[in-house]
Nanobody, 123 residues
Framework: QVQLVESGGGLVQAGGSLRLSCEASGRDFDTYAMGWFRQAPGKEREIVARISWGGGTTYYADSVKGRFTISRDNAKKTVWLQMYSLKPEDTAVYYC????????????????WGQGTQVTVSS
């Protein structure tokens, strides 16, 4: 029902910034809650941030709070993750996920995913 494509990843030095984009296609994007997750080598996928379908409610993991901002524009069918003050421990593959019902930090609740985009932060 919805297809997601992430972009914007890359290699940056510690303290740098990146903006990730997740562009959606398909119907009813404005009814989906959206989340950004990340997965580092050898670790499980974890929540980074999420935003309600109307954009009125956001959540951030403690590890990124104050540094990352999630936003969405339903007219453009796009959700962004603006990342400032990046740290080496932010290095991971970042995934955009979509879910129709409720809100959750559990990646298993999100049935739709993009392909992921690599973020690498060097010391």
């Amino acid at each position: 029902q919805v297809q997601l494509v992430e972009s914007g990843g890359g290699l940056v030095q510690a303290g740098g910034s990146l903006r990730l984009s997740c562009e959606a296609s398909g119907r009813d994007f404005d009814t989906y809650a959206m989340g950004w997750f990340r997965q580092a080598p050898g670790k499980e996928r974890e929540i980074v941030a999420r935003i309600s379908w109307g954009g009125g409610t956001t959540y951030y993991a403690d590890s990124v709070k104050g540094r990352f901002t999630i936003s969405r524009d339903n007219a453009k069918k796009t959700v962004w993750l603006q990342m400032y003050s990046l740290k080496p421990e932010d290095t991971a593959v970042y995934y955009c996920g979509a879910a129709r019902l409720g809100s959750s930090n559990d990646p298993k609740v999100y049935p739709y995913w993009g392909q992921g985009t690599q973020v690498t932060v060097s010391s």
